[in-house]
T-cell receptor, first 111, second 115 residues
Framework: EDQVTQSPEALRLQEGESSSLNCSYT??????LFWYRQDPGKGPEFLFT?????EEKEKERLKATLTKKESFLHITAPKPEDSATYLC????????????WGAGTKLIIKP | GAVVSQHPSRVICKSGTSVKIECRSL??????MFWYRQFPKQSLMLMAT?????????EQGVEKDKFLINHASLTLSTLTVTSAHPEDSSFYIC???????????FGPGTRLTVT
């Protein structure tokens, strides 16, 4: 069964404390994995797309990596404004456009 | 680039009335848009795929006569919730497929409350 599992469900960090969020996936023939950030009461904001194992992408304090089974979103020296829910999704094998979503990780950065 | 807007951001309506939500791609043309529904503390649930100039494709369990979708132009898709009931209260989010890739860009969402 095609599915995406994110862990942990919630993560509380002190400002400046680096950590990683995990996104495990089981899908036949990965064609794309996406990371989004969602603030409360807002739509998701696109962060990264990863296509093949070994690929890495960075944006400010965030770095996304991809293996054949999972993706990590590394957060370096986070700030309170990085607090949000981070969503992972993979492109569905049966569609060019549809995504299979994880449940998200709620990240809280305490000052 | 890749900005998507939604209107209204919040709407309260009475049971039995209809509500229309607009989704616009502001700086790009989107032949494909998506409508999602999101319940509190849950992930996104795809309701339908909207293609410009053709009928929308609905996900299993989504009533097409209740959730009317019109994608009349390359920058506008609308979702009309007909004969709304309290159980239709939710956060509705649209997205547009970016040009030349498979990334979806999301609108800010519409909070619908049916009383």
């Amino acid at each position: 069964e095609d599915q995406v599992t994110q862990s942990p469900e919630a993560l509380r960090l002190q400002e400046g404390e680096s950590s990683s969020l995990n996104c495990s996936y089981t899908v036949s023939g990965l064609r794309g994995l996406f990371w989004y950030r969602q603030d409360p009461g807002k739509g998701p904001e696109f962060l990264f797309t990863l296509y093949s194992a070994g690929e890495e992408k960075e944006k400010e304090r965030l770095k996304a990596t991809l293996t054949k089974k999972e993706s990590f979103l590394h957060i370096t020296a986070p700030k309170p404004e990085d607090s949000a829910t981070y969503l992972c999704a993979v492109q569905a094998p049966y569609s060019n456009y549809q995504l299979i979503w994880g449940a998200g990780t709620k990240l809280i950065i305490k000052p | 680039g890749a900005v998507v807007s939604q209107h209204p951001s919040r709407v309260i309506c009475k049971s039995g009335t209809s509500v229309k939500i607009e989704c616009r791609s502001l700086d790009f043309q989107a032949t494909t848009m998506f409508w999602y529904r999101q319940f509190p503390k849950q992930s996104l649930m795809l309701m339908a795929t909207s293609n410009e100039g053709s009928k929308a494709t609905y996900e299993q369990g989504v009533e097409k006569d209740k959730f009317l979708i019109n994608h009349a132009s390359l920058t506008l898709s609308t979702l009309t919730v007909t004969s709304a009931h309290p159980e239709d209260s939710s956060f509705y989010i649209c997205s547009a497929l970016g040009k030349g890739n498979y990334e979806q860009y999301f609108g800010p969402g519409t909070r619908l409350t049916v009383t």
